[in-house]
């Protein structure tokens, strides 16, 4: 099934990319489980873990052979088996949370959104078209006062 999964198109499109439940979504691997009867629901999650390490390993590889530390925040940093996937697939590089600049984990999407709050009321753009492939910047999201 492993291999199934990494033969996904995605994976070989250059960065900036962004994709979610638009691609991957349950459906998708619904599809491709029905080529894999009968794959107990632990090896589905191990398949799923070996995805994550191995796709990010790989795109680091390929797209930015430099890299020397990989910051994991979010609900990764607290998988145990992910972060040691991630650090056997990436020998040569330093795996580690967040919280190792002085952020925690937790906090990033939260700090994302109030950074976007911030763009937002000061009129400024929100976005960026090279990573998001956007026509050109806007002001994101909308003020409603009571």
């Given at each position: 099934?492993?291999?199934?999964?990494?033969?996904?198109?995605f994976y070989d499109t250059p960065p900036p990319?962004?994709?979610g439940t638009e691609h991957f979504s349950p459906a998708y691997l619904e599809e491709r489980l029905e080529a894999c009867p009968g794959l107990a629901p632990e090896d589905?999650?191990?398949?799923l873990l070996a995805l994550t390490?191995?796709?990010?390993?790989?795109a680091i590889r390929r797209w930015a052979p430099a890299?020397?530390?990989v910051l994991v925040c979010?609900?990764?940093r607290h998988n145990r088996p992910l972060m040691d996937a991630l650090a056997d697939a990436l020998p040569a590089t330093e795996v580690k949370g967040t919280e190792s600049e002085g952020v925690d984990p937790d906090w990033m999407e939260a700090?994302?959104?109030?950074?976007?709050?911030a763009a937002t009321l000061a009129g400024e753009p929100g976005n960026l078209p090279a990573a998001t492939g956007a026509?050109?910047?806007v002001v994101l999201g909308a003020i409603h006062p009571a």
């Open positions: 099934m492993l291999e199934r999964l990494l033969q996904d198109p990319r962004s994709t589905v999650q191990a398949t390490a191995q796709t990010v390993a790989g890299t020397e530390d979010g609900g990764g700090m994302a959104f109030a950074w976007l709050a026509r050109h910047e």
